[in-house]
């Protein structure tokens, strides 16, 4: 039953005064608006129709940056103000379907009525009320539920160049996760690639336990970038309610760029790279809302897109120094035809020793150790320098390595269990004895 505040509540927001602005310039990105309050974050509705955000108040001069395209606003339009932040719906409902990167639904289909509105904003759970992340959470890829095994609240970075298989590796964990619940969100994905990822990679099975949050690359940048907070959002809300979620984010270093627009249009001066210091400053206050809560989990994979091939350009620096491990795609894997590319030698997960048995981990670092004695001698073995027998690791991992490439390798449609990547990985280890 309704409180009395609550049975009032329209009432009240009727009979509050409308007060409006206007806008006194429009430069780039950004809109100039004059003659009404607002605090940074605020949500305003420019010409009646285009919703922009503060980002930056100068001298009662508040600078936003609109939610929609800009043209037909000019000079004088008016401007009214939603006297919050933006708000988003949460809720059960949300599960198979598709939202924009402001959270209203892009499938042609009403809201559910269970939803609720909160804000997208929200504070990272304290430190010391966090649980540890002590349980392993299957993705269905051997080479890292056996390699670089991921824990339940973890959040791991998928690092590559552009054209690698972040993406395809990134549909291939969300159809075989065993996590309850899974928020995909793409930004500045191609158009082109949407209906592709949700009817070829995700299908239909996988779309019925998951919510899908996208703002593709032809959205102004504050819809990139909250696209981010919202699919977040959405995830902290299950967590909140107990449940072990999956979030993947594809792509991390989109959202910095998204970023970067947005803090050079409101006046920021560009430092490392072109990247205004509120770049540096958001990457934290976005990771550090996933992982393990009092209740619930949220389990954070984000792809993050090296420029060049670099992987110490400055947002994957930053990035790596953040999450809680990394998986390294290599480009020279995938121009050979090798699926997932992950190079597992440069690949690590921090929480590895917690969430895997003594056993396991024994094999898994015997498995790394004859493939990096095999990678030490590559180039003595192409000129015919290597005299077998100098290194029992090396020639181990050389008769091994059709078996090794054949337990790495696995086609996107193939779904492995833990279990059987455990056992594939001790059968492999076994034949190798000699």
């Given at each position: 039953m309704l409180t009395i505040t609550e049975?009032?509540?329209?009432?009240?927001?009727?009979?509050?005064?409308?007060?409006?602005?206007?806008?006194?310039?429009?430069?780039?990105?950004?809109?100039?608006?004059?003659?009404?309050?607002?605090?940074?974050?605020?949500?305003?509705?420019?010409?009646?129709?285009?919703?922009?955000?503060?980002?930056?108040?100068?001298?009662?001069?508040l600078t936003c940056l609109p939610l929609g395209p800009t043209e037909g606003i000019s000079a004088g339009a008016v401007v009214t103000t939603t006297g919050g932040p933006l708000q988003i719906p949460v809720g059960f409902g949300l599960r198979g379907r598709v939202l924009d990167g402001l959270g209203r639904p892009m499938d042609g289909r009403p809201l559910p009525l269970d939803c609720a509105a909160v804000t997208v904003d929200a504070v990272p759970p304290n430190a010391l009320h966090r649980k540890l992340v002590n349980e392993s959470l299957p993705l269905?890829?051997?080479?890292?539920?056996?390699?670089?095994?991921?824990?339940?609240?973890?959040?791991m970075g998928i690092f590559a160049g552009s054209g690698v298989?972040?993406?395809?590796?990134?549909?291939?964990?969300?159809?075989?996760?065993?996590?309850?619940?899974?928020v995909v969100c793409?930004?500045?994905?191609?158009?082109?690639e949407v209906r592709e990822f949700l009817e070829h990679d995700l299908g239909e099975e996988g779309l019925s336990r998951a919510i899908v949050v996208i703002a593709t690359s032809d959205q102004p940048p504050l819809v990139r970038l909250r696209a981010c907070f919202v699919a977040t959002r959405i995830a902290e809300w299950f967590r909140d309610a107990g449940k072990d979620v999956l979030l993947l984010m594809d792509s991390l270093t989109r959202a910095a760029m998204a970023q970067r627009e947005v803090g050079l249009s409101a006046g920021e001066p560009p430092a490392t790279r072109g990247y205004p210091p509120s770049t540096f400053a958001m990457l934290p206050r976005l990771l550090e809302r996933a992982g393990p809560g009092p209740v619930g989990s949220i389990t954070g994979l984000y792809t993050v897109?090296?420029?060049?091939?670099?992987?110490?350009?400055?947002?994957?620096?930053a990035a790596r120094s953040i999450l809680d491990g990394h998986i390294v795609l290599d480009r020279r894997l995938a121009t050979t035809g090798h699926f997932p590319s992950i190079d597992v030698l440069e690949s690590i997960s921090r929480v590895a020793g917690a969430v895997t048995t003594p056993a396991q981990r024994a094999a898994a670092n015997e498995l790394r150790r004859i493939m990096a004695a095999g990678r030490e001698i590559r180039e003595l073995v192409e000129i015919g320098a290597y005299v077998p027998g100098t290194n029992p690791d090396a020639d181990r991992g050389r008769a091994l390595q059709p078996r090794i490439d054949a337990f790495l390798r696995q086609?996107?449609?193939?779904?492995?269990?833990?279990?059987?990547?455990?056992m594939a990985l001790a059968t492999l280890l076994s034949e190798g004895d000699v």
């Open positions: 049975m009032m509540e329209p009432a009240i927001a009727a009979a509050r005064p409308l007060v409006s602005g206007r806008v006194t310039s429009v430069v780039g990105l950004s809109v100039a608006v004059t003659g009404i309050d607002g605090a940074v974050g605020d949500l305003l509705i420019v010409n009646g129709r285009v919703p922009a955000e503060v980002v930056a108040i100068d001298h009662g001069k269905g890829v051997r080479a890292l539920d056996t390699l670089v095994p991921c824990g339940r609240g973890q959040r298989g972040k993406s395809s590796l990134m549909s291939m964990i969300t159809r075989g996760t065993e996590a309850e619940l899974t793409l930004v500045g994905e191609r158009g082109r897109l090296v420029e060049g091939d670099d992987h110490n350009e400055p947002i994957a620096d086609d996107m449609t193939d779904q492995s269990s833990a279990y059987d990547a455990w």
